[in-house]
């Protein structure tokens, strides 16, 4: 399994970022995608995932805000961050399991590398 995360960049408080995670050795038939991020001097945090049925849950600090989605037939997941703020600067990281759902970094089992987002106020 590879994961690839990217699309992160600086932005100003107000604007939009997507990021994209493009997914290997696995089916989003059986495994959930999620994002987490993680802030410097902070614990990594649950931010968004869509399961395999196609069910999707978000942090209460990003809800309404950012939106989570997935093409199948390209294997990727994104994440659309809209008005976003300087407390939404972290490294993100898309993460996936196989079966069931959950919010704690450590029920995943796979890692891609983190793309970085920083909004300036």
């Known amino acids: 399994v590879q994961l690839q995360a990217c699309g992160g960049g600086l932005v100003q408080t107000g604007y939009s970022l997507r990021l994209a995670c493009a997914a290997s050795?696995?089916?989003?038939?059986?495994?959930?995608m999620a994002w987490f991020r993680q802030a410097p001097g902070k614990e990594r945090e649950f931010v968004a995932a869509?399961?395999?049925?196609?069910?999707?849950d978000y942090a209460d600090s990003v809800r309404g805000r950012f939106t989570i989605s997935r093409d199948v037939a390209k294997n990727t997941v994104y994440l659309q961050m809209n008005s976003l703020e300087p407390e939404d600067t972290a490294n993100y990281y898309c993460?996936?399991?196989?079966?069931?759902?959950?919010?704690?970094?450590?029920?995943?089992?796979?890692w891609g590398q983190g793309t970085q987002v920083t909004v300036s106020s």
């Open positions: 993460a996936t399991r196989r079966g069931y759902y959950y919010t704690r970094e450590m029920q995943y089992d796979y």
């Open positions: 050795g696995l089916s989003f038939s059986t495994n959930v």
């Open positions: 869509v399961t395999w049925t196609g069910t999707k």
